[in-house]
Nanobody, 126 residues
Framework: QVQLVESGGGLVQAGGGLRLSCAAS????????VGWFRQAPGKERDFVAA????????YYADSVTGRFTISRDNAKNTVYLQTNSLNVEDTAVYYC???????????????????WGQGTQVTVSS
C-alpha cells in the first residue's frame, strides 16, 4: 500500500549540489521515519541520512554531516535530500526508504526499512 519514487539525480561537477526527492503514496510520511541510503558500484549499501516521523529529528552519516540536509514537506508527502559540496566519493545510486513496520523513530540500519524506492543515480565529476 506504499510506494516511494526518487527523482532529482543526475551529473554534477565536484563542488556542486542536487536536490533529491522522495515522493510517497499510500501513507503519510510524517508518521514514519524516512532514510536515505546509497550504493556505489561494487560497494555495500551505506546509510546517508534519516528524519523521524512526528518531530522531524534528523541524523546524518559522518561522511555527509554539514553538506547534506534532509527535510520533509508534509503537504506534498515528500522527503528531500539537499546535497551540497559534492565530491567524487558521493557518486552512487541513492535510495529512500520508509520503515516497516511503519514507525516514527529514526534508524541507520537498512534492515529496519521495508519500503524502498527504485533509486536515482548521482554522478559527480571532477
Amino acid at each position: 500500500q506504499v510506494q516511494l519514487v526518487e527523482s532529482g539525480g543526475g551529473l554534477v561537477q565536484a563542488g556542486g549540489g542536487l536536490r533529491l526527492s522522495c515522493a510517497a503514496s499510500g501513507r503519510p510520511l510524517r508518521s514514519s521515519a524516512v532514510g536515505w541510503f546509497r550504493q556505489a558500484p561494487g560497494k555495500e549499501r551505506d546509510f546517508v541520512a534519516a528524519i523521524s516521523g512526528g518531530t522531524g529529528n534528523t541524523y546524518y552519516a559522518d561522511s555527509v554531516t554539514g553538506r547534506f540536509t534532509i527535510s520533509r514537506d508534509n503537504a506534498k508527502n515528500t522527503v528531500y535530500l539537499q546535497t551540497n559540496s559534492l565530491n567524487v566519493e558521493d557518486t552512487a545510486v541513492y535510495y529512500c526508504a520508509a520503515r516497516d513496520p511503519w514507525r516514527g523513530s529514526i534508524s541507520s540500519d537498512s534492515n529496519d526499512y521495508g519500503y524502498w524506492g527504485q533509486g536515482t543515480q548521482v554522478t559527480v565529476s571532477s
